[in-house]
């Protein structure tokens, strides 16, 4: 376990180097959406607020959670259900301090994408879920030992963003954080 969070922290320095330092070598928008996550709607840059957020976006309270629960993902459980115009997860764990953070977290972003102050995670579909917060429900409930979030839109094509970004989460409960370089580390 020290092995990996020692991987996951080594990680997450190189993957903020490369944030810091690749946009200023970037020469077209193309790299820069690139580096982003890439455009799945069509296109345009991220907006300016965004940009000036950075690609991280985060403030330190948000980012602590965030780091916290990448290195507990082996505590958390998830599952994801589609239904018709988006997805159903339930995300839960048995330790009440990291059921906390993972309804902290949930309520955090959902309140991010409700206020449009960007964060970003090297995620391949947040950038669309920002810049589309006004084109889709966001609805959650605190469980006993987690939260239940349901997403629902009625443009295909930003339903096939958010049950992308479930199966993301999935995927960083299911990795930890040597999975977060996601798309990006993927070269999906």
Known sequence: MKRQFVLGIVLFFFTLGLVLVVP???TSQE???AMCGGDMMGGGMMNDRMMRDGMM?????????????????DQIRRTVEE???????????????ITALIQAHVQSMHQRVDEGRWFAMMSRTLPTMFRNAD????????????????????DPDLVAVLREHSREVSGFVEGGMPCMGGGMMRGR
């Open 135 to 154: 084109r889709y429900q966001r609805q959650n409930k605190n469980t006993s030992k987690g939260i239940s979030v349901t997403k629902t839109s009625d």
């Open 83 to 97: 239904i018709p115009g988006g997805v159903r997860t339930l995300t839960e764990s048995d330790n009440p301090q």
């Open 24 to 26: 200023r070598l970037a």
């Open 31 to 33: 790299t820069q959406v």
């Open 57 to 73: 976006g985060g403030n330190r309270e948000d980012m602590q959670i965030v780091h916290r629960l990448f290195a507990n993902h």
